[in-house]
């Protein structure tokens, strides 16, 4: 679509509805593909030890009636099966972040 592949016709479709979202207002600054550095702090402080590539990155408004109009960044990831590695990984991102990673 529009010059862009994909993983997968799942990712296609979800891509489609972000962008939906996204011209109704609902989303901004939808963005494919982010690559976010993994570091460990331990014996050498701040080593690379990989990335994680998240499927979107958007920021999403609040519905909620007591934060109502405030955005809150998304991490999302289209998964049709979970390896080890996407476990490890995501795991690692949630704790270096402080993000939860919604899966659909």
């Known amino acids: 679509m529009d010059g862009i592949w994909f993983d997968s016709q799942r990712e296609y479709q979800r891509w489609c509805e972000l962008r939906l979202l996204e011209r109704a207002?609902?989303?901004?600054?939808?963005?494919?593909?982010?690559?976010?550095?993994?570091?460990?702090?331990?014996?050498?402080l701040g080593e690379l030890v990989g990335h994680y590539v998240a499927d979107f990155v958007y920021t999403e408004y609040s519905t909620a009636e007591a934060v109502r109009g405030?955005?809150?960044?998304?991490?999302?990831?289209?998964?049709?099966?979970?390896?080890?590695?996407?476990?490890?990984?995501?795991?690692?991102?949630?704790?270096?972040?402080?993000?939860e990673i919604r899966e659909t």
């Open 70 to 99: 405030q955005t809150s960044l998304v991490v999302e990831d289209v998964k049709g099966f979970r390896t080890p590695l996407y476990i490890w990984k995501r795991r690692h991102f949630e704790l270096q972040y402080r993000l």
């Open 25 to 44: 207002g609902s989303i901004q600054h939808l963005r494919r593909q982010v690559e976010f550095p993994l570091y460990v702090h331990g014996h050498v």
